[in-house]
T-cell receptor, first 114, second 111 residues
């Protein structure tokens, strides 16, 4: 079975500061990893994904994440936070042996202070 | 840009009633999914559907739930007899292993 752990259900940063949202996973097969963002009362929007190849992946809105197999981590970063980044962020792992189902972490609510 | 659409955006129903949630996946996608998110909790997988049959389902997806692709475009989730604990946001997604595109969700409230 796969699982995803997101450390920190709430993270608060100042505008312009570094954003770091943590994600650790467990998977019995090479993982496909994803970060989704959810703005209030909206659906899930894909920020970025790792499938194979380069371990540093860039996504939309200036976000990037690095797959570290040795640490079973896929942390999300952004050099400089904007007010518009305030949202809930979900890390997920795909199980292609089980209908490609996504297993999500508990989510991290990012708050950006002016 | 193509997107997944869902109707209705909100559904209020009485306990014990049947509800059907509708989704129109992105047209060239072959894999379809339903997830749910109970208020304040994580997103949970319900079911995946490929080649006109269920490919995987979670323990949440019991006999009260069913999915159907009645025509070439729609993908529906039916809850036969709703319970209070079925109140949640239900998301449809389409795509494949490399990524899934989510719809905006249907908020189901069971009274």
């Amino acid at each position: 079975a796969q699982s995803v752990t997101q450390l920190g259900s709430h993270v608060s940063v100042s505008e312009g500061a570094l954003v770091l949202l943590r994600c650790n996973y467990s998977s019995s097969v090479p993982p496909y990893l994803f970060w989704y963002v959810q703005y209030p009362n909206q659906g899930l929007q894909l920020l970025l994904k790792y499938t194979t190849g380069a371990t540093l992946v860039k996504g939309i809105n200036g976000f990037e994440a690095e797959f570290k197999k040795s640490e079973t981590s896929f942390h999300l970063t952004k050099p400089s936070a904007h007010m518009s980044d305030a949202a809930e962020y979900f890390c997920a792992v795909s199980d292609y042996n089980a209908g490609n189902m996504l297993t999500f972490g508990g989510g991290t609510r990012l708050m950006v202070k002016p | 840009e193509p997107e997944v659409t869902q109707t209705p955006s909100h559904q209020v129903t009485q306990m014990g009633q049947e509800v059907i949630l509708r989704c129109v996946p992105i047209s060239n996608h072959l894999y379809f999914y339903w997830y749910r998110q109970i208020l304040g909790q994580k997103v949970e997988f319900l079911v995946s559907f490929y080649n006109n049959e269920i490919s995987e389902k979670s323990e949440i997806f019991d006999d009260q739930f069913s999915v159907e692709r009645p025509d070439g475009s729609n993908f529906t989730l039916k809850i036969r007899s709703t319970k209070l604990e079925d109140s949640a946001m239900y998301f449809c997604a389409s795509g494949g292993a490399n990524e899934q595109f989510f719809g905006p969700g249907t908020r189901l409230t069971v009274l």
